[in-house]
């Protein structure tokens, strides 16, 4: 079968290409490999003609590419040719999918730590070969081989929740949290499998309750049995309550035997 890639797929690689002729391009890719083609993925080519709508770009931070600051630069374009983008176990939709141009937790067995992904719509759009507007690839450009030197890499942004997201193991545990300031609730999920969660609220008037035969603090349950219990494609949304400040989370995650080298659940405030 006869194909090609999206024609704004490969304007930004050129400009990324331009940008910073020295990239790692180790994890870079466009047309699927057979795992691709087993799955449904926009790195297949099955959109009119047998075009590939996806995209992936090494994350090369020492010449200059960090996928963290040019996802957030496309989201920040808000350009109608995307569809959404994958990075560093985030995605975000363009203007036609779930909660536009905001960045939610990627639970695919790909983190996407490597490269980014960027899919394009699948209409005429994709082949708009117009420069991206990305403030990273339109400013001074890098030096090529041979030349003078170029300048240095831009400075690398925060990543969009890295500090309100909290990896869980498999297993039993338990872990004392700080409810970050300015967030309201926060999103217990895990990849495969299932999860129990347990919760004990710190703060002024907490814990509220005790147990009367011991005295010990009474643990406010937020999944608890089969018809509350946390799965892969359910994850559970908790209010923060009036003047906690912390907590105590109990966890017993459950993940599916799978041929992952690691399976790891996710707490995130938001």
């Known amino acids: 079968m006869s194909w090609r890639v999206a024609r704004s797929l490969l304007t930004l690689r050129e400009q990324i290409n331009d940008r910073y002729p020295n990239r790692n391009k180790a994890s870079d890719g466009t047309i699927g490999d057979a795992d691709h083609r087993n799955r449904t993925s926009d790195h297949n080519p099955w959109y009119g003609p047998g075009i590939v709508t996806a995209l992936d770009i090494t994350h090369d931070p020492a010449n200059g590419v960090d996928i963290d600051r040019l996802t957030d630069e496309l989201a920040a374009s808000r350009d109608p040719r995307i569809k959404y983008v994958i990075a560093n176990d985030l995605i975000m939709s363009g203007a036609g999918g779930p909660s536009p141009w905001t960045w939610r937790e990627y639970y695919g067995a790909n983190e996407h730590t490597r490269h980014f992904h960027l899919s394009v719509v699948a209409s005429p ?10 403030p990273s690839l339109v400013g001074q450009r890098t030096a090529r081989p041979g030349g003078g030197a170029a300048p240095s890499a831009p400075e690398r942004t925060p990543n969009r929740l890295e500090e309100n997201m909290h990896k869980l193991a498999s297993g039993y545990h338990i872990e004392y949290f700080t409810i970050p300031d300015g967030v309201e609730r926060m999103a217990i999920g895990c990849p495969t499998g299932e999860m129990d969660v347990t919760i004990l ?54 993940p599916e035997k799978r041929e992952y080298e690691t399976q790891t659940a996710k707490i995130t405030f938001l």
């Open 125 to 134: 759009l994709c082949d708009d070969d117009s420069p991206w507007n990305l």
């Open 201 to 254: 609220w710190h703060g002024r008037g907490y814990p509220s309750e005790r147990v009367k035969s011991s005295g010990l603090p009474k643990y406010d349950h937020v999944a608890k049995d089969y018809k509350n219990t946390i799965h892969r494609m359910r994850p559970d949304y908790v209010e923060f309550p009036a003047k906690a400040t912390g907590f105590d989370l109990i966890w017993h995650f459950r």
